[in-house]
């Protein structure tokens, strides 16, 4: 079955730097887009950033644009979110998220705790 482990969370200070991994299982990671997701406490989940499946096109969220990196490994199965120049309103449990049309299903991996503060 799908199966989405997200890795990397941590503490760290304004300013600085975090690098997510997700790595994939149960399905052929190179036909799909990837997304990462975030849900801030009291807050809905938002889009923050997605790739094609081959890695050419990248979008982001408005907030993070500049500052965050998605890029992806399709030997490893793995996506990964460069995070940097890291702030206070980026704490929060980012989420990797699989979208299959073809089966019209989503799936979410368990989420990493991100804390920027001082």
């Known amino acids: 079955q799908v199966q989405l482990v997200e890795s990397g969370g941590g503490l760290v200070q304004p300013g600085g730097s975090l690098r997510l991994s997700c790595a994939a299982s149960?399905?052929?990671?190179?036909?799909?887009?990837m997304s990462w997701y975030r849900q801030a406490p009291g807050k809905e989940r938002e889009l923050v950033a997605r790739?094609?499946?081959?890695?050419?096109?990248?979008t982001y969220e408005d907030s993070v644009k500049g500052r965050f990196t998605i890029s992806r490994d399709n030997a490893r199965n793995t996506v990964y979110l460069q995070m940097d120049s890291l702030k206070p309103e980026d704490t929060a449990v980012y989420y990797c998220?699989?979208?299959?049309?073809?089966?019209?299903?989503?799936?979410w991996g368990q989420g990493t705790q991100v804390i920027v503060s001082s």
């Open positions: 998220r699989n979208y299959d049309p073809f089966r019209g299903r989503v799936y």
């Open positions: 149960g399905f052929t990671f190179s036909n799909y887009a």
């Open positions: 790739i094609t499946n081959t890695g050419d096109i990248t």
